[in-house]
């Protein structure tokens, strides 16, 4: 990753009001995620052959283990922490239509709350595709994970149709057949184990318009949705997936 890359990375870690940031590169990363032997990342981020042969898995994790808990300081437990037992988990993807083999238009995000912290891990575009391999961590305080979240996508302006109803309709079929830019889906997972409640949503950029976020349900719906919209949202969902897990807990 040259410097310019990484000056970049700082910048937009500072615009999403980050308390800390760190660069990690996948061996980094897969010692920190220990439930497939060191083999792999936590979702959505890749691991691939191709990013393995400039990464390769250490022989001995223990020498990479310390060099990342020196570098994350007092962060490093709690960063551990959330990573294996979050409290509120979401996990980021989204795809430029406009430009598939783009390796920029790919965005992988994970988010993770734990005991008053949360953290933002993004995964930056290499030269190709299969070439992804570093990581930006940025810290945060536990109420500003959607905020960081969010801005974590291209900032794009509400779409121009009101909440509408998805299965019928001309703007239904204005929202679901015009031109998409870009595609995404945004999950949520509240605690851990057989009581983990989870919700998943989906939004798209549509050309010469806006952003939509998809409902699914009985009655699925889209409406248009600004960033500051979108973080209201997320802390919804948050509160959602609470009061489900705690109903979950209480049978």
Known sequence: MDNQAWAAALRDSAAMGAANSWL?????????WPPYQFATVPDPF??????????????????????VRMRLGASFEQFVRALHLPEVRVVVN????????DPRGRVRVLGVRAHGHSYVVRQLP???????G????????DLALAKAVVKTLPSVPAGSIGRTVLTSGAQATRILTSPKHRVGTIEI??????????????WCDVVDDGRYLLA??????????DPELM?????????YAIRSRMARQER
Not at 24 to 32: C, E, I, K, R
Not at 94 to 101: G, S, V
Not at 134 to 141: A, D, I, L
Request: charged fraction near 15%; charge should be negative; glycine fraction near 10%.
């Open 126 to 132: 290499g030269n190709t595709p299969a070439h992804t």
């Open 134 to 141: 570093y990581f930006v961590m940025t810290e945060h305080s």
């Open 216 to 225: 699914s349900g009985d009655t699925p719906q889209g409406y248009g949705i």
């Open 189 to 202: 997972y509240v605690g851990n184990g057989p009581s983990q409640c989870g919700t998943i949503v989906s």
């Open 46 to 67: 890749i691991y691939t052959n191709v990013i393995r042969h400039r990464y390769p898995l250490p022989s001995d994790p223990t020498h990479v283990f310390s060099d």
């Open 94 to 101: 989204a795809w430029d239509l406009t430009k598939p083999e």
């Open 24 to 32: 990690l590169n996948p061996a980094d990363l897969s010692v920190l």
């Open 231 to 239: 973080i209201r949202m997320l802390h919804a969902l948050f509160g």
